[in-house]
């Protein structure tokens, strides 16, 4: 009686030594698929980012060959347009009245175009931070629209990394750029924050609905770039009451 109980217990030892050894061959082999779906995903995620990246340092080669084109040759030539211009009005004086309004239509273009040579090249304050490019970018829009912006940032310095900077100075540029465009408003409201990080652009156009546009407005582009600086970009937007982006870091 004593061997057979004997016998039982060390059957059931063995059982269980077995059915433990499958639920660690089990776990092992789990661990190895979401370890690799891990891997897989962050090699995904990291393919992207250098493509992103890739596509920006493009961009921006692009934007200065256009920025310096701007300067170099548009701006010069509508110099030797308003100087044509005033030799005119000295040889025909009966004509000065519309020789003045072209000229002064002429000098209103070329600070345009300055301003946009300025904003577009890479270069532009790229040493400054972000709180006080985008203060200088808003004083070179305030001379050529009418739209009211505002415009609320902390007393003190950020600690963003330079590199970092630039691409959200980038992103804040474009979503300024498709608000010239596309939503009619005549106020914007910007906002940065830091610790955590913020910035929120807010204007009362016409809004869009946010599935139809994504693709058309490059919202999509936008979220990979905060993407590359692990931040996260959110979009809140109803027709006819206007559109707030957010760039944040996510602290939770």
């Known amino acids: 009686m004593y061997k057979i109980a004997l016998g039982i217990i060390i059957v059931l ?4 030594l077995l059915v433990l050894f499958c639920v660690i ?7 190895k698929i979401t370890s690799y779906q891990k891997s897989i995903y962050q090699k995904d995620l990291d393919f992207q980012k ?4 890739s596509i920006i340092e493009s961009q921006e080669e692009i934007r200065s060959t256009i920025a310096g084109d701007l300067h170099d040759d548009i701006g010069q ?17 009966e004509v000065d009245v519309p020789l003045e309004n072209l000229s002064s239509s002429l000098a209103k273009l ?12 890479p270069s532009f304050s790229d040493k400054e931070r972000i709180e006080k490019r985008i203060q200088k970018d808003l004083e070179y829009l305030k001379q050529s629209h009418s739209i009211d912006f505002s415009y609320k940032y902390p007393a003190y310095s950020s600690e963003l ?5 630039h691409i959200l100075y980038r992103m804040y540029q474009e979503i300024i750029n498709n608000i010239l465009k596309h939503s009619f408003a005549d106020k914007v409201d910007i906002e940065l924050r830091f ?7 807010t204007d009362n156009g016409k809004g869009f609905a946010i599935n139809q546009n994504n693709d058309k407005l490059g919202l999509n582009t936008l979220k990979k770039r905060a993407e590359i600086i692990n931040l996260e970009l959110k979009v809140f937007s109803e027709l ?13």
């Open 13 to 16: 030892l063995l059982v269980c």
């Open 77 to 93: 030539q509508i110099t030797v347009l308003n100087f044509q211009v005033e030799n005119l009005k000295l040889d025909f004086p």
């Open 25 to 31: 061959l089990i776990r092992l082999h789990i661990y």
């Open 161 to 165: 990394a330079l590199d970092h900077s």
């Open 195 to 201: 610790h955590p990080f913020l910035l929120q652009i």
């Open 50 to 53: 250098t493509l992103t990246k």
């Open 240 to 252: 006819q009451k206007g559109t707030t982006i957010q760039i944040f870091e996510n602290i939770v």
């Open 110 to 121: 070329s600070q345009s175009v300055r301003s946009t040579s300025h904003r577009l090249h």
